[in-house]
């Protein structure tokens, strides 16, 4: 399904985010929506995952069945879109460094945080902050499960990242009925997160940057999550920068970004993003070859003929 995925990317780069009532991430969101009851225990938390994401992924596994070939590339392409989003993030990230006037209003759909109520250059911090947590949650950890689950693994990690971003906090109405949306949400992104990290690291070299305190920060960021300290922490070392979220969390240690930063930090983005694809492209079709819809026939086939031959 390598062939896919390329399709997939580029209606993302050509074509941006499909109209919202065709959006499996928006059903998932919409889902879950109606039933979020505050106070609710760790077992509502459960089935809330389990009835907003399980409907809609096995709705979208049809298109494997379509004997019509054409039809079901196209529709395995737009629906594997879907699980991430370059293009949208790549623009509002720029957009917020680049248009001083409206830096706070493309900035705001980025964080939760009121963007209205800081400076400029805590408003570049929270795009930047938000560029590499979202690298992650939103790109490089759906490509990393469609290397090992395919289309399918895609999906669920894409639906499980939107229910964590639904009910996975730790306020007292929610702490326990999103406890389990969080549990695998962190999961999930546990080693796309490091591998991350460590292509924005090389990246980083190849672009003529010099991190400084790479582990240091790593180590001594306060950073909640233990996935998102590692893109954001490394974000911070490469650029020489601080990046902060007033009352959280303080992490490097040169000033806070400037727009030239921030315009550095969407090259980091680019170059990571390209170096990832390289590395799953390769990874994949040295594991199933490059077929676009029938069976694999790279190092899994040829493991299997060897153990029939045998």
Same mark, same amino acid.
């Given at each position: ?18 109209p ?13 929506e109606?039933? !979020?009851k ?9 089935l ?10 096995l ?12 039809? %079901? ?7 594997l879109?879907?699980?991430?989003? !370059?293009?949208?993030l790549? %623009? ?5 460094v680049?248009d001083?006037? /409206? ?5 705001? %759909? ?7 109520e800081?400076?400029?250059p805590?408003? !570049?911090s929270a ?10 949650d939103? !790109? ?7 290397l090992l689950?395919?289309?399918?693994g ?11 971003s ?7 109405e ?5 406890f389990f ?12 997160a490091?591998?991350?990290?460590l292509?924005?690291?090389?990246s ?8 400084r ?5 790593l180590?001594?960021?306060?950073i ?8 954001i ?8 920068v ?5 009352g $959280?969390?303080t992490v490097?240690d040169?000033e806070l ?9 969407? /090259? ?9 694809l ?5 990874? $994949? ?5 490059f077929?676009?819809?029938?069976y694999? $026939? ?7 003929r060897e153990?029939?031959?045998?």
């Amino acid at each position: 399904m390598l062939p896919i995925l390329f399709i997939a990317l580029l209606i993302d780069i050509a074509l941006g985010e499909p109209p919202l009532f065709i959006h499996p991430v928006v059903w998932v969101g919409r889902i879950s929506e109606k039933l !979020i009851k505050p106070y609710k225990g760790y077992l509502y938390g459960v089935l809330i995952w389990f009835v907003s994401v399980v409907p809609v992924l096995l709705f979208l596994l049809f298109p494997l069945f379509i004997p019509i070939q054409i039809l %079901q590339i196209v529709l395995l392409s737009f629906f594997l879109k879907t699980s991430f989003s !370059i293009r949208m993030l790549y %623009q509002l990230v720029k957009k917020s460094v680049e248009d001083k006037e /409206k830096r706070r209003f493309y900035a705001q %759909q980025l964080v939760r945080r009121n963007v209205y109520e800081i400076d400029d250059p805590h408003v !570049i911090s929270a795009s930047i902050e938000s560029l590499f947590e979202s690298l992650v949650d939103g !790109i490089t950890s759906p490509l990393f499960w469609f290397l090992l689950f395919g289309y399918p693994g895609a999906l669920l990690q894409r639906f499980a990242n939107t229910m964590d971003s639904m009910v996975g906090y730790t306020t007292p109405e929610l702490k326990k009925e999103g406890f389990f949306s969080a549990k695998v949400d962190t999961i999930l992104n546990y080693i796309p997160a490091r591998l991350t990290a460590l292509f924005m690291l090389i990246s980083a070299y190849l672009l003529g940057y010099k991190p400084r305190n790479v582990w240091k920060n790593l180590r001594e960021n306060k950073i909640p999550s233990i996935n998102a300290k590692y893109p954001i922490s490394f974000a911070a070392s490469i650029l020489n920068v601080k990046l902060e979220k007033i009352g $959280y969390y303080t992490v490097g240690d040169g000033e806070l970004p400037s727009e030239r930063d921030g315009e550095k930090a969407l /090259k980091l983005f680019l170059t990571t993003l390209i170096l990832y694809l390289a590395f799953i492209s390769v990874i $994949y079709y040295y594991l199933y070859g490059f077929s676009f819809l029938s069976y694999p $026939y790279g190092l899994i086939e040829l493991i299997k003929r060897e153990s029939m031959g045998n």
